[in-house]
């Protein structure tokens, strides 16, 4: 998959562990500036660093209430990102599905027909 | 309801793929199923083509090889070697896409059993965030081509066992 630049992908946003923490933070509520401070024990102008390539991707929104500023997790931002593993997760979905009709037939001890047309079960021999 | 859901996929750090699923089998049989060659020919390609070649030395040291025909009709190919063999309870191998030859991973699968459920788990270490990139992104290449049929072969499977 083609990435673009840090600014303009929320691939490469959430790619940054300290991102990730205030994305975390932020997921369970609206926080300002200094309740990250507080929060994650990182220095101002790097939050604020975070914060500004979060909102350009479109991950954080922010809202003026008086005098603070309040960020919040805007989630829809995620979903490339879950569409991403979704993919490789459905590969995964298939495969186990698949696993469940050979589990059903071993658990009913019928004989595993292969492909072959013979009746082996591979000798693996780990269940007796 | 347990067992029969969908594959559940984190990633729990920059390098790595945490794959979990329920089954409603005990633990042998899931082991049975997942390292016994005629039994793996029958699910690892999911709906994205056909197991051609299955190898299996499972033992400390011994190597692995997994070959499918890809529906678009390009071959895929995965090898590795056991590092540790506990039977019924873990796995640990290296992991190599045959495409991508330098982006070796290690691979730790557990099988927990609890009243006669199995939950296997799939840890995938990688080396870098590029080789986990593009792991993942290796779920995308056959998602177009998958269809219907494979739920017909599955009905169709559990009747014939019945």
Same mark, same amino acid.
């Given at each position: 998959?083609? +990435?673009?630049?840090?600014?303009?992908?929320?691939?490469? #946003?959430?790619? @940054?562990? $300290?991102? *990730?923490?205030?994305?975390?933070?932020?997921?369970?509520?609206?926080?300002?500036?200094?309740?990250?401070?507080?929060?994650?024990?990182?220095?101002?102008?790097?939050?604020?660093?975070?914060? +500004?390539?979060?909102?350009?991707?479109?991950?954080?929104? #922010?809202?003026? @209430?008086? $005098?603070? *500023?309040?960020?919040?997790?805007?989630?829809?931002?995620?979903?490339?990102?879950?569409?991403?593993?979704?993919?490789?997760?459905?590969?995964?979905?298939?495969?186990?599905?698949?696993?469940?009709?050979?589990?059903?037939?071993?658990?009913?001890?019928?004989?595993?027909?292969?492909?072959?047309?013979?009746?082996?079960?591979?000798?693996?021999?780990?269940?007796? | 309801?347990?067992?029969?859901?969908?594959?559940?996929?984190?990633?729990?750090?920059?390098?790595?793929?945490?794959?979990?699923?329920?089954?409603?089998?005990?633990?042998?049989?899931?082991?049975?199923?997942?390292?016994?060659?005629?039994?793996?020919?029958?699910?690892?390609?999911?709906?994205?083509?056909?197991?051609?070649?299955?190898?299996?030395?499972?033992?400390?040291?011994?190597?692995?090889?997994?070959?499918?025909?890809?529906?678009?009709?390009?071959?895929?190919?995965?090898?590795?070697?056991?590092?540790?063999?506990?039977?019924?309870?873990?796995?640990?191998?290296?992991?190599?896409?045959?495409?991508?030859?330098?982006?070796?991973?290690?691979?730790?699968?557990?099988?927990?059993?609890?009243?006669?459920?199995?939950?296997?788990?799939?840890?995938?270490?990688?080396?870098?965030?590029?080789?986990?990139?593009?792991?993942?992104?290796?779920?995308?290449?056959?998602?177009?081509?998958?269809?219907?049929?494979?739920?017909?072969?599955?009905?169709?499977?559990?009747?014939?066992?019945?």
């Amino acid at each position: 998959m083609a +990435r673009a630049a840090t600014t303009t992908d929320a691939f490469n #946003a959430v790619a @940054e562990p $300290r991102r *990730r923490q205030i994305l975390n933070a932020v997921a369970t509520g609206e926080r300002s500036v200094s309740d990250l401070i507080a929060q994650l024990g990182m220095p101002q102008p790097l939050v604020s660093k975070h914060l +500004r390539v979060l909102r350009e991707v479109g991950l954080v929104a #922010a809202r003026d @209430e008086g $005098r603070l *500023r309040l960020y919040r997790l805007n989630g829809f931002a995620l979903k490339p990102i879950y569409d991403w593993v979704k993919d490789f997760e459905n590969l995964w979905s298939d495969r186990f599905a698949r696993m469940d009709v050979v589990l059903t037939e071993l658990k009913q001890a019928t004989p595993v027909t292969t492909k072959d047309g013979d009746n082996s079960d591979g000798g693996n021999g780990d269940d007796g | 309801m347990t067992g029969n859901g969908p594959a559940v996929v984190t990633l729990p750090t920059d390098t790595q793929i945490l794959i979990t699923r329920e089954f409603d089998a005990p633990c042998h049989l899931v082991y049975r199923a997942w390292t016994t060659p005629e039994l793996i020919k029958r699910w690892w390609a999911g709906d994205r083509g056909e197991v051609t070649s299955v190898e299996v030395d499972l033992r400390p040291g011994g190597r692995w090889r997994y070959v499918m025909t890809a529906n678009g009709g390009f071959e895929v190919a995965f090898h590795g070697q056991y590092h540790e063999v506990v039977p019924g309870e873990r796995l640990v191998s290296t992991e190599v896409f045959e495409g991508m030859p330098d982006a070796a991973a290690v691979t730790t699968t557990k099988f927990t059993e609890r009243d006669s459920h199995t939950t296997l788990s799939i840890l995938v270490q990688h080396q870098t965030r590029e080789n986990r990139d593009a792991h993942v992104n290796s779920g995308m290449e056959g998602g177009m081509q998958e269809s219907l049929s494979h739920l017909e072969k599955v009905a169709r499977a559990l009747v014939s066992a019945e």
